[in-house]
């Protein structure tokens, strides 16, 4: 949607090296951000540093384990971390609104649209979204990858016009960002620039996602038709500076804009219970330009147990996934349609997803 930007801002960006909050750096982009929203930008803000300032509260006495120790420091942090952000945006006379979420939550349909309901309606009456993940009980598989992920799927469900990625680095390297040979990628581009030669993948203390998964994301937002920069968080007025259009840091162009529920089903992967295996005719037809939706014809096999609605993977006949879809029929339907002319579609473009 024009003029609104979701903010990504990472645990290296917000703490110190002793792990304590950098309040001032805080207020810095809490200013910019009242400052983009002073020109009628809506802006949601996905931030990290929950677990970090809960660790600069308390020290645990009793032994815990890791999940045990991130739930606890996660739980006293949220605190601390929202009570900044709220007397920051207080003295701008802005309020700020907390909403935590997991990874289930992006997967069932019903909570999906209700989560983006809450948004819109923060948004809409001109309140900043503060979103983080519920670490306190996001755990194992219910975690996102890192805050990057859920600000790449906040981004679609909101269909921004723009995602910054804040980090302590200025962009994306083409190689070790500690080699003087070294130098940011302005504008990222897949067909010149191969992430296994980022050789730089180092994780902070007070965060979990590296450069690579950066990456991931931005490709993600981008085939969604959002543009991604990935930043330094602690460049002076870096927030105006590429809202203004400056080249600073890393760009990823987006591609052509899906829909919402095309959004909801690009992020629903591990949430797919089959498969449909399609020949190569079919692979093609999918992949090219044209609109066409997969057609009982082009699959040669359909693997586990699925209903009617239900996210299917679309893989060609070497296992590759090439795209995700709503499955018009159940999968023992789907078997009988296999190789036949003439059929209604398994997967209609409209419910059709592609890499």
Same mark, same amino acid.
């Not at 600069?56 to 009570?83: C, M, P």
């Not at 309901?117 to 979103?131: E, Q």
């Not at 070294?182 to 993948?201: A, G, M, P, R």
């Given at each position: ?69 991130? /739930?606890? *420091? ?5 605190? $601390?971390?929202? !009570?900044? =952000? ?5 003295? @701008? %006379?802005?309020?700020?609104? /907390?909403? *935590? ?5 992006? $997967?069932?349909? !019903?909570? =999906? ?5 809450? @948004? %819109? ?25 890192? %805050? ?208």
């Amino acid at each position: 949607m024009k003029n609104r930007i979701c903010i990504k801002i990472g645990s290296n960006v917000l703490t110190q090296e002793n792990g304590l909050p950098n309040e001032g750096l805080i207020k810095k982009i809490v200013l910019q951000i009242g400052e983009l929203k002073s020109k009628g930008k809506q802006v949601i803000l996905v931030s990290s540093g929950a677990v970090a300032a809960g660790r600069s509260l308390f020290k645990t006495v009793k032994k815990l384990d890791t999940v045990a120790e991130r /739930q606890l *420091l996660a739980s006293l942090g949220q605190v $601390k971390l929202i !009570n900044i =952000y709220t007397s920051l945006f207080k003295e @701008l %006379n802005q309020l700020c609104a /907390q909403v *935590l979420v997991t990874k289930q939550d992006f $997967k069932d349909r !019903n909570h =999906y649209l209700n989560m983006q309901n809450c @948004l %819109n309606a923060l948004l809409s009456n001109d309140i900043i979204p503060i979103v983080n993940e519920n670490d306190v009980i996001s755990i194992t598989e219910l975690m996102f990858t890192d %805050n990057d992920e859920l600000a790449g799927l906040v981004s679609g469900m909101l269909d921004v016009e723009s995602l910054y990625i804040l980090t302590n680095v200025d962009g994306i390297y083409d190689g070790n960002p500690e080699h003087e040979t070294s130098s940011v990628i302005s504008e990222f581009d897949l067909k010149t620039h191969q992430l296994e030669k980022i050789t730089s993948n180092t994780k902070s203390n007070f965060g979990r996602g590296g450069i690579i998964t950066k990456c991931n994301t931005a490709l993600y937002v981008a085939g969604l038709g959002i543009p991604v920069v990935i930043a330094n968080g602690k460049t002076e007025h870096i927030l105006n500076r590429i809202a203004n259009g400056e080249k600073i840091g890393t760009t990823f162009k987006p591609k052509k804009r899906t829909s919402s529920l095309k959004k909801w089903i690009a992020h629903s992967q591990s949430n797919a219970k089959g498969q449909v295996i399609v020949n190569e005719g079919a692979k093609k037809s999918l992949v090219s330009e044209k609109v066409v939706s997969l057609l009982p014809i082009g699959v040669t096999k359909v693997v586990g147990d699925f209903m009617k609605g239900d996210i299917v993977k679309i893989m060609d006949e070497n296992f590759n996934e090439i795209g995700l879809g709503l499955s018009r029929y159940n999968s023992k339907k789907a078997e009988t349609l296999i190789g036949l002319k003439n059929q209604k579609p398994i997967i209609h473009y409209d419910h059709l997803y592609l890499h």
